[in-house]
């Protein structure tokens, strides 16, 4: 664990933090190219879906990605966060679980009872429920080491929601889920330098100032 305390080390914690969950996008983009390259190479290029014809590649991203994307984000995150805090092994399953968790509500539990109409603040509110989603977890692990973990909820719906109304990238594209990674990776990794400055219900070895 690093052991030097510094001033401005929160701004270097926070610029790691977004640096690294962004880095996270093109691992997690080839990765799963990788995969679907081997799936269709096995299965064709088409699959039937509900009697439906569709792209394997197309079908299989909207499954393959979040849960990938919690795998790196998390592995990356826990490297970082390992030299600051003890005891984060279960930061990575947090991780994967909450990026899954946006397909287990919207795909198998929302899209079957409600058709959920397209406008500005729909899409708004969705974004948040993500970022709920994806802080819920991650919380969980969080909450029995400070005090005001709760804020890491706000954080992930604020991050989610600002992303989704500053954006104006294609989401399908690597640069447009990059840049959309960037509102909440900053406002996560600022909530977490601000928790590990107040009192803590666990007393760690060492800080985010003890970087």
Do not use: C
Request: aromatic share 12%; net charge positive; glycine share 10%.
């Amino acid at each position: 664990m690093k052991d030097s305390a510094s001033l401005n080390s929160g701004g270097r914690f926070i610029i790691k933090w977004v640096v690294l969950t962004v880095l996270a996008v093109p691992l997690t983009w080839g990765l799963a190219i990788v995969i679907l390259k081997l799936v269709t190479s096995q299965v064709g290029g088409t699959i039937l879906v509900d009697g439906q014809t569709r792209i394997t590649e197309d079908y299989l991203m909207s499954y393959l990605f979040l849960p990938l994307m919690g795998l790196t984000t998390g592995i990356f995150q826990y490297l970082l966060l390992r030299g600051y805090l003890a005891g984060m092994g279960w930061w990575i399953p947090a991780s994967l679980v909450g990026w899954s968790l946006p397909i287990i509500v919207f795909q198998w539990i929302v899209s079957p009872l409600i058709q959920i109409p397209e406008s500005p603040l729909s899409t708004l509110l969705t974004a948040v429920l993500i970022g709920l989603l994806i802080a819920i977890p991650q919380w969980l692990v969080l909450r029995g080491r400070f005090a005001n973990a709760a804020w890491w909820l706000a954080a992930g719906a604020f991050g989610w929601g600002a992303a989704i109304g500053i954006v104006s990238l294609p989401i399908g594209s690597l640069f447009g889920i990059s840049a959309i990674i960037l509102p909440p990776a900053f406002s996560s990794g600022l909530v977490l330098y601000f928790l590990s400055s107040r009192p803590a219900l666990v007393s760690p070895p060492h800080t985010m100032n003890s970087a």
